[in-house]
């Protein structure tokens, strides 16, 4: 039972990944299609050790190269019932012809023998669920202007700090009390769209910052602000990662 980490050769790098194995063949391959895709790898061949890794890290991909059906079912169990790991993106390495327990399915499979291209296609598909995945938690540092309306109050000016999914950090002169419901209007930098939203004040501090969260978002408001987030993620990327996705 053992394992190592193996660094990305370039920086910054696209997340964490644990690998479960102790086939070296497989250790190989799996570390350098990681290493194209920046990825900061752990590799462990212990099943307990692996265990307590998804118990007390976050990865935002596990491979499992487990040749038993129960080992792999218990392992996917829990990566499942894992607090930070319930949602990271699962890949099997199995043989040719096997099939993991129908109860509990990764959600990618690769059959050996294993190839360069095999990897490479598997970790391209992964890769729209691990963006998915790091834009759940992401906050995006942003500058840009915002309105903000309270009822019975002249509109207020703030500034952006940074931006997720669920709301933003403002800055502003103004105090606000927690629990208060506002209408925010803000612009993205670099899009068009002006978004016009019901927001909740979770925080504010006595230096005239604030956080809301968004209570009004609709659906296309959402997928806008989705797509410019995951655009913010990829372009976090070193260039050897984006040069993947353009080859044909």
Request: some cysteine; overall charge positive.
């Amino acid at each position: 039972m053992s394992s190592s980490a193996v660094a990305p050769s370039a920086s910054p790098f696209a997340g964490h990944a644990l690998l479960i194995s102790n086939d070296l063949t497989t250790v190989r391959q799996i570390t350098d299609a990681m290493r194209q895709f920046a990825f900061c790898l752990e590799i462990c061949s212990g099943l307990a050790a692996a265990a307590t890794f998804i118990c007390t890290r976050k990865f935002q991909a596990i491979a499992l190269d487990i040749a038993s059906a129960e080992e792999l079912s218990n392992v996917m169990e829990v990566i499942r019932n894992s607090p930070s790991n319930q949602t990271s993106v699962t890949l099997a390495i199995l043989d040719l012809g096997s099939r993991p327990d129908s109860r509990i399915r990764p959600n990618f499979m690769m059959h050996r023998p294993l190839t360069g291209p095999l990897i490479e296609s598997t970790l391209k598909a992964a890769m729209g669920l691990i963006i998915r995945d790091l834009r759940r938690y992401f906050r995006c540092p942003v500058k840009a202007q915002a309105h903000i309306d309270i009822a019975g109050r002249p509109q207020i000016e703030c500034e952006m700090m940074n931006i997720s999914e669920g709301g933003m950090a403002i800055n502003t002169s103004i105090p606000f009390n927690s629990g208060a419901v506002v209408k925010m209007q803000f612009v993205l930098p670099d899009t068009p769209h002006v978004f016009r939203v019901d927001a909740e004040v979770c925080w504010s501090d006595n230096r005239g910052r604030a956080g809301l969260h968004f209570v009004s978002l609709s659906r296309e408001q959402k997928a806008k602000l989705q797509g410019w987030l995951s655009k913010k993620i990829e372009q976090g990327f070193p260039d050897a990662v984006k040069k993947l996705f353009e080859r044909a």
